[in-house]
């Protein structure tokens, strides 16, 4: 009976909200449990969702999201949120907020990697903090994945993101990926972690020139395939390389970030694709790094910029270790520590570590 109580208050608070011609502003999600809509106004609605389950609680937010105005901000309680295959398209001007890494989670199983991310930014005003995004594979096997970021091609550029606190998981290929369509994206990134089978993050050369920026402040990147997959789908299998962070477009900036990425030296069976060895295992790289070469560049693009971070790359099988690799563009390493003697950078082609 009280699932059935539940049920009908809210189909009749949602009735009620269509009868509306547009949402209150001060409608949240409150950060308690159990987890209740509220509607602010002269007569307060509450909907109880303590039974709901994870799919019904994501299926609210992409609901909630086409109704609220921008400036107006979501709040979700410390639950999990399933969005199941379908991409979750960010809203723009309605910052969410959750309850910390950890507590409030979004989880994300679609596959259409060629065109989405988990997570897909798509305009200008995107905002989001205090919430754990995950990305995983539907059936469990191990294959390609992007949790947060860019990925349709179709994308006309120049969007602008905030994102602070977040802890961004991928049990496959990418854990933030910007790579679509456009140019011009502007992003910063506070106090989050970034975490992948593969690489932790990328900005891609979709990204087109140096006109995409991302900042990030006190980050930290990892990726090990061992325990978060990586290989398969359209990140090309089996990976030839692992790395924290990707740079083949736009400009990428970090302070006081660590890098910590563990090689993969195969499982060693026949006819398994992630059979083989890695190549390589690098904490930051501005390079093509695809598991076909592309060209290097010779421009001054992109550009990899790091100050005061630390990078802590192990092989663990893999044919070579490297810190920062400088094989295209313009990278400078300002005050840096490694996993070299002394703490020293272990570098690769053309690394400016003048201050």
Wanted: charged fraction near 20%; glycine fraction near 14%.
């Amino acid at each position: 009976m009280k699932r059935l109580a539940t049920a009908l208050a809210f189909l009749a608070c949602l009735a009620a909200i269509a009868r509306a011609q547009s949402i209150p502003a001060g409608l949240i999600i409150e950060p308690v449990k159990p987890f209740t809509a509220v509607i602010e106004g002269p007569q307060p609605q509450r909907v109880d969702l303590a039974d709901a389950t994870p799919e019904s609680r994501a299926d609210l937010v992409r609901w909630l999201v086409t109704q609220l105005k921008p400036g107006t901000t979501l709040k979700l309680a410390a639950l999990e949120y399933n969005f199941g295959g379908t991409v979750f398209k960010l809203p723009s001007g309605i910052p969410i907020v959750g309850q910390g890494k950890g507590k409030t989670v979004l989880i994300s199983t679609q596959e259409d990697q060629r065109h989405y991310c988990g997570f897909e930014i798509v305009g200008k005003g995107v905002s989001l903090s205090e919430l754990t995004l995950v990305w995983k594979s539907k059936d469990g096997l191990t294959r390609g994945g992007q949790t947060l970021g860019i990925a349709d091609p179709s994308n006309n550029g120049n969007t602008v993101a905030r994102f602070k606190n977040l802890e961004v998981v991928s049990y496959g290929a990418c854990a933030l990926y910007y790579w679509g369509g456009g140019k011009g994206h502007r992003a910063r990134f506070d106090g989050c972690n970034f975490v992948a089978g593969r690489w932790a993050g990328c900005i891609g050369a979709g990204s087109g020139d140096d006109s995409a920026v991302l900042e990030f402040q006190s980050c930290g990147f990892l990726a090990d395939f061992s325990r978060f997959g990586g290989a398969g789908g359209d990140m090309g299998g089996p990976p030839s390389n692992t790395c924290g962070f990707v740079v083949r477009g736009g400009q990428a900036t970090f302070t006081d970030c660590s890098a910590d990425v563990t090689g993969f030296p195969g499982t060693g069976q026949p006819n398994d694709p992630n059979g083989p060895a890695f190549k390589l295992a690098i904490g930051w790289a501005n390079s093509s790094l695809g598991d076909t070469k592309l060209p290097t560049y010779t421009y001054k693009w992109p550009y990899l910029t790091l100050v005061r971070c630390v990078a802590n790359v192990k092989a663990n099988g893999a044919e070579k270790a490297i810190d920062v690799w400088g094989e295209n563009g313009t990278t400078k390493a300002v005050g840096c520590n490694g996993s070299g003697v002394d703490g020293a950078l272990i570098t690769e082609g053309t690394v400016d570590q003048s201050k």
